[in-house]
């Protein structure tokens, strides 16, 4: 099998000759360590998946009966497909990082049945959506009906065409497959004649939807052929709404939806790499910049209920049960690679070692295999998992790939004079076309040290740079050659042996590691603790984990438990500024600590801080309410008073949906004509000159009031309220002098508690002529 490094041909752009270069997933092996285990794991949960299952959207798109039937969940609501692409993606680098032949057997029947499909098609269109080829029609003549979820009425259909792309594209870039590199100029062909005839102000319209990454993909094509026309398609569909202030220096990102920005931002560094507009490339830098120094907590994850959280205001984090998604560190881990190996900035090996540690090692069930949506922060609470011929959100096609790439950046090169060790990661290096071979031996992080050992198959000088972290205290990462301490050269980010090598020589490098506290980025009063790279929790409870594994329904990815109070989580006290000296280690227990001499609760003084990607199947503490003796009576009070309401609320709640946000909006059946959203005082609205509605769950028929909220701002606006068709309420907005928001219950019929009554409810709002419906700002059914 030919197996490629992960750039093929020269790029378009200059000066890429003293590039950094990552090495192929192939040529690194895992030795033991959690890493592998995950790896392993995330082998057999693939296998347990039935190819022709996830192949049924294509044939059925292509016109060719399907083998077997769709999954459910998302494969069959209508996102149909887009786990097939995601699939192709993990396979490749599954094989690629384990030689396994069952998965390269799979492989070649993903490609083998995907072409197939292609060849139907007759033009080149590959996919699964839905009554995808009548809508591409739709498009390509200009017919566009664009939203943030939506294209033509089909949900985020280019976003799902994205995985089928980055699925052909890996397949070729990671084992080398020639047919998936011609079904993926076929599939970029069809898509530059698509919307070769759109214009400019068209294709920007379009990308209102979510895309994923094809500007990205676009590039990497015109790098695979060398041909510039692809080069051309990626600045066309680049999204100037999100690139334009980013060129500027411009955060404006509160309340976005957070993983439909990071994949256009990959495109920008990708663009400017192949060719396009540098300055792209700044751009991508700052994003980066903007999202892990201001919107980032300590595992590495970002995002509120998939939205961006105000950068000032990370009060949500807490209160959510809907904390860092996991597909965001996914790509947020795609960007830190491009970056890193753009410009050689260690700092983004610093990010993309803390959020491998601690969200993505933690974010795959080491005994089933399930992969997790959302991680809370809110103190108390927990995660649940996928399960394999049930769960196929997008965190589990994410995760299917995650977990086959832990080698791609232990190790990088610099042409063939420097050779740099980046992660403290068990593993095998093979450098071929150097007749080298370099063993790293550690149980790091248990251990404060790693151990290098180099096979040559004959002398060579070469330097050896092992990245010194952002966590080993000055001048405190100590390197010894065969016993021996040597000096070492300084360069920025690392620490560098210029020798002549030999075979059986051994590198002992120590890793000193200390704990320290770290506060939330908008620097209110909650910590968590950091070990070196690893983040320390505990677990408080393994209570009332309902739906700990996922069954198949819409929105069975989310913990939803009874949310514990926040008042009655333990609170740390500390006389001090530093908090962390109250952390001690456990003695005879590697990577445990005790909070004992902090912790203001009997019930919790005695729990164990470990690290969090060992924690599973619990709820669990990351960050800490801290506050001084004097304070500790007036930070109680504070936390209950902020917390009671919310779990009044949702104890409340039967069925809620946020307009305006994604997810939220398509898993309750968004539909409407004349309507837009945007957000206000850090929440998000939708409004309409004609109608929206959602579909609201009521199972057991207990709700008894439909709850909506309002904002004082907006007056001199008529609409309707129906529910399922029948008048609710007549609404006159004559808004609120506070300016505040507010909310309004509406008495539900009767008739919707009888035992007929139907138990799924559409809540329409529909604009009086000449006005608007809304800003409507959360739709609750209440008991």
């Not at 890429?16 to 270069?21: E, F, I, K, S, V």
């Not at 920025?492 to 042996?497: I, Q, S």
């Not at 445990?592 to 009997?602: R, V």
């Amino acid at each position: 099998m030919l197996l490629l490094a992960i750039w093929l041909a020269p790029s378009l752009g200059a000066g890429q000759a003293a590039r950094l270069q990552s090495f192929p997933v192939s040529a690194v092996r895992l030795l033991d360590s959690p890493f592998r285990v995950a790896q392993q794991t995330d082998m057999a949960y693939m296998l347990a998946l039935d190819p022709d299952r996830l192949l049924a959207p294509y044939r059925a798109s292509a016109g060719l009966p399907p083998q077997a039937e769709n999954y459910g969940n998302w494969e069959n609501t209508g996102l149909d497909g887009h786990i097939g692409g995601h699939y192709l993606s993990a396979l490749a680098y599954m094989v690629a990082a384990t030689g396994d032949a069952r998965v390269q057997q799979r492989l070649t029947y993903m490609l083998d049945q995907l072409e197939l499909c292609q060849q139907k098609s007759g033009d080149g269109y590959l996919g699964g959506v839905p009554g995808g080829p009548a809508m591409w029609r739709e498009v390509k003549a200009g017919n566009i009906k664009a939203n943030s979820f939506g294209l033509n009425n089909k949900w985020v259909p280019l976003y799902n065409l994205h995985k089928t792309y980055a699925g052909l594209r890996d397949a070729y870039l990671v084992t080398g497959n020639a047919k998936a590199r011609a079904m993926l100029i076929r599939l970029t062909d069809w898509f530059a004649d698509l919307t070769a005839k759109l214009s400019d102000a068209q294709l920007q319209d379009m990308m209102r939807s979510e895309h994923g990454g094809l500007n990205e993909i676009f590039a990497d094509v015109a790098d695979i052929t060398g041909e510039r026309k692809y080069l051309t398609l990626a600045q066309r569909f680049s999204h100037r709404a999100v690139l334009e202030p980013l060129l500027a220096g411009q955060d404006v990102l509160n309340g976005m939806h957070a993983n439909t920005q990071i994949p256009k931002v990959i495109g920008f560094e990708r663009v400017a790499e192949a060719g396009g507009d540098p300055a792209w490339s700044n751009a991508a830098a700052f994003f980066w910049k903007t999202v892990v120094e201001n919107r980032t907590v300590s595992i590495g994850g970002n995002s509120v209920s998939e939205h961006f959280n105000p950068a000032t205001n990370f009060a949500s984090m807490l209160e959510s049960t809907e904390g860092p998604e996991t597909c965001n560190t996914y790509n947020m881990l795609k960007l830190s690679k491009d970056l890193y190996l753009a410009g050689g900035a260690t700092k983004y090996l610093d990010y993309y070692e803390r959020a491998l540690y601690n969200h993505i090692l933690s974010s795959q069930h080491p005994g089933t295999g399930g992969f997790v949506y959302f991680t809370p922060m809110r103190p108390r609470h927990y995660r649940v998992y996928s399960q394999p011929q049930q769960g196929f959100w997008c965190c589990v096609g994410s995760g299917l790939e995650n977990h086959g790439k832990y080698g791609e950046l232990v190790y990088a090169h610099r042409g063939t004079q420097e050779l740099l060790v980046n992660l403290f990661i068990p593993s095998t290096l093979t450098w071929a076309e150097q007749g080298l071979t370099l063993t790293q031996e550690t149980t790091f992080p248990a251990e404060e040290r790693t151990q290098l050992k180099l096979a040559l198959k004959k002398p060579r000088t070469f330097a050896l740079s092992i990245r010194q972290p952002n966590w080993v205290p000055a001048c405190q990462l100590l390197v010894q050659v065969n016993g021996r301490p040597v000096a070492t050269t300084a360069a920025p980010g690392y620490v560098t042996l210029m020798r002549k090598w030999r075979p059986g020589d051994v590198v002992t490098v120590a890793l000193p590691m200390t704990t320290t506290a770290e506060y939330l980025p908008d620097h209110s009063a909650w910590v968590s603790f950091v070990h070196g790279p690893v983040v320390l929790a505990a677990v408080t409870n393994t209570t009332d984990l309902k739906g700990l594994r996922a069954d198949g329904a819409r929105m069975s990815h989310v913990a939803s438990g009874p949310l514990y109070p926040i008042e009655e989580a333990p609170v740390l006290v500390s006389a001090g500024p530093n908090v962390a000296e109250g952390i001690r280690p456990v003695a005879g227990r590697p990577l445990t600590f005790t909070a004992a001499g902090l912790i203001n609760s009997d019930k919790y003084r005695n729990v164990q801080l470990v690290p969090f990607y060992q924690i599973q199947d619990a709820r669990y503490m990351v960050y800490w309410p801290v506050t001084t003796p004097a304070g500790l009576l007036a930070r109680k009070e504070e936390l209950r008073r902020k917390d009671e309401e919310k779990r009044a609320l949702e104890a409340r709640t039967v069925d809620q949906v946020t307009p305006g946000e994604q997810q939220p909006e398509s898993d309750h059946g968004f539909r409407g004509e004349q309507t837009e959203t945007g957000s206000h005082r850090d929440r998000h609205w939708r409004h309409a000159a004609g109608w929206f509605s959602y579909q609201l769950r009521n199972p057991k028929r207990a709700a008894r009031t439909l709850r909506v909220t309002y904002s004082g701002g907006d007056k001199n606006r008529q609409f309707s309220i129906l529910v399922n068709g029948q008048l609710l309420a007549d609404v006159q907005m004559v808004g609120n002098p506070q300016g505040d928001f507010y909310d309004v219950e509406y008495p539900l019929p009767e008739s919707l508690r009888q035992d007929s009554a139907p138990t799924e409810l559409t809540v329409r709002f529909q604009a009086a002529l000449g006005s608007t419906a809304g800003g409507v700002y959360d739709v609750r059914l209440l008991r």
